[in-house]
């Protein structure tokens, strides 16, 4: 089930949002000062392209850099894709076929709001990663 919903979601939904975080992270890699972000953008699309079977976990050891860099990504650009993904999720949930992808999308909202330290990780070993 999980691959036919990531299949759907692929095809109206995931590889554009996926090509969006890329080319974001790209220019963030150009800056040279924004890599990080442009390597958080580049891990978004990953899971922009595939995101049923996986989930977002906290990294514990994470530290007070992703904490300031955070707080810059949300002012910048964290709250509007955060309201870009909660749009785009409206329309989804309109159709019955489309509430599992509108579901996927607000997925997606704590990620893009904050993205470093942040670990995208498959759902069967979500718990294990906090135990390791």
Do not use: Q
């Not at 990531?6 to 080319?23: D, E, H, K, P, S």
């Not at 997606?108 to 330290?117: D, E």
Request: glycine share 10%; with cysteine; aromatic share 12%.
């Amino acid at each position: 089930m999980r691959t036919l919903l990531n299949v759907i979601w692929l095809v109206f939904a995931g590889i554009w949002l996926a090509i969006g975080y890329v080319l974001a992270g790209i220019v963030c890699c150009v800056l040279i000062i924004t890599i990080p972000f442009g390597i958080a953008s580049f891990r978004i699309a990953a899971y922009a392209l595939w995101p049923f079977g996986r989930t977002v976990v906290r990294d514990p050891d994470a530290g007070v850099m992703s904490t300031i860099g955070n707080v810059i990504w949300f002012v910048v650009a964290g709250i509007w894709l955060a309201i870009g993904h909660l749009l785009t999720s409206i329309p989804l949930f309109l159709s019955i076929i489309g509430i599992p992808l509108g579901l996927a999308n607000l997925k997606l909202i704590p990620v893009s709001l904050l993205p470093l330290g942040a670990r995208i990780v498959d759902s069967d070993d979500a718990e294990a990663f906090y135990h390791r």
